[in-house]
């Protein structure tokens, strides 16, 4: 420039930038806002996708590898388990993705770590990075495992009328954030459609036990009533 800044050319650059500086933060904080708004709208999308895969499978094998498959992808998380009661014990029926810490078959009980005390509670929870719980979870680990140490959870339970059947948990999530609230709900929401689903495919299950147990007796029936006639036969003769 030809001619030095004046105090007032100063002091209007200053009064431009400043507005500048709050018109910028504005149309990033709409766009933050936008961003959040559509990925909630594509996660209630993947929600109502999983309910129509989940209820389209009655087979209980399947959904056990199907429910963690699906809540991991939703969720964007490193691994995704599912916990059932069986005959009383919380045991590790389904997982999907990379946990050290647990493996398949593996029991959880009051005071044994978070899944246990959780599933006492039977209500959702999300744990922060800093809770001392995650020392108990991660306390088996190799030194090649620690990356994949457990660092942020959420966890819900599943539902059946009411009685808990069992838990949903994800842990750290593939982008390397702690989860949030908006995660928890998404997961409690897949939660209650995991239960429905797993209701339904044991309901088939039970009904399938009914009608091998009544063909297990007919055929017993005829079998008993062969041999009793083969019997009569034999005197007879």
Same mark, same amino acid.
């Given at each position: 420039?030809?001619?030095?800044?004046?105090?007032?050319?100063?002091? /209007?650059?200053?009064? @431009?930038?400043?507005?500048?500086? @709050?018109?910028?933060?504005?149309?990033?904080?709409?766009? !933050?806002?936008?961003?959040?708004?559509?990925?909630?709208?594509?996660?209630?999308?993947?929600?109502?996708?999983?309910?129509? @895969?989940?209820?389209?499978?009655?087979?209980?094998?399947?959904?056990? !590898?199907?429910?963690?498959?699906?809540?991991? #992808?939703? /969720?964007?998380?490193?691994?995704?388990?599912?916990?059932?009661?069986?005959?009383?014990?919380?045991?590790?029926?389904?997982?999907?993705?990379?946990?050290?810490?647990?493996?398949?078959?593996?029991?959880?009980?009051?005071?044994?770590?978070?899944?246990?005390?959780?599933?006492?509670?039977?209500?959702?929870?999300?744990?922060?990075?800093?809770?001392?719980?995650?020392?108990?979870?991660? $306390?088996?680990?190799?030194?090649?495992?620690?990356?994949?140490?457990?660092?942020?959870?959420?966890?819900?339970?599943?539902?059946?009328?009411?009685?808990?059947?069992?838990?949903?948990?994800?842990?750290? !999530?593939? #982008?390397?954030?702690?989860?949030?609230?908006?995660?928890?709900?998404?997961?409690?929401?897949?939660?209650?459609?995991?239960?429905?689903?797993? $209701?339904?495919?044991?309901?088939?299950?039970?009904?399938?036990?009914?009608?091998?147990?009544?063909?297990?007796?007919?055929?017993?029936?005829?079998?008993?009533?062969?041999? !009793?006639?083969?019997?009569?036969?034999?005197?007879?003769?």
């Amino acid at each position: 420039y030809e001619n030095p800044f004046t105090a007032e050319s100063l002091e /209007l650059a200053e009064a @431009v930038a400043g507005t500048a500086a @709050v018109a910028l933060e504005s149309a990033l904080r709409y766009e !933050r806002e936008r961003n959040s708004h559509f990925g909630s709208i594509h996660r209630l999308t993947q929600v109502y996708d999983l309910e129509k @895969v989940l209820h389209s499978t009655l087979e209980l094998d399947d959904l056990l !590898r199907l429910i963690p498959e699906k809540v991991r #992808d939703i /969720l964007k998380a490193r691994g995704v388990n599912l916990w059932l009661f069986d005959d009383g014990k919380l045991l590790l029926k389904g997982q999907s993705g990379v946990d050290p810490s647990v493996a398949l078959g593996a029991m959880q009980a009051a005071g044994t770590g978070y899944i246990g005390d959780l599933a006492e509670i039977g209500e959702p929870a999300l744990i922060e990075p800093e809770d001392g719980r995650f020392e108990l979870r991660n $306390r088996y680990l190799s030194e090649d495992q620690r990356e994949y140490a457990v660092r942020s959870a959420i966890v819900a339970p599943l539902l059946d009328n009411g009685a808990e059947i069992g838990l949903l948990e994800a842990i750290n !999530r593939a #982008d390397g954030a702690s989860f949030d609230d908006d995660d928890l709900f998404f997961l409690v929401a897949m939660g209650e459609t995991a239960s429905s689903a797993l $209701r339904n495919a044991s309901l088939v299950f039970a009904e399938r036990k009914v009608e091998i147990l009544h063909a297990l007796v007919k055929v017993s029936t005829e079998i008993t009533s062969t041999l !009793r006639l083969a019997r009569v036969l034999e005197t007879v003769v």
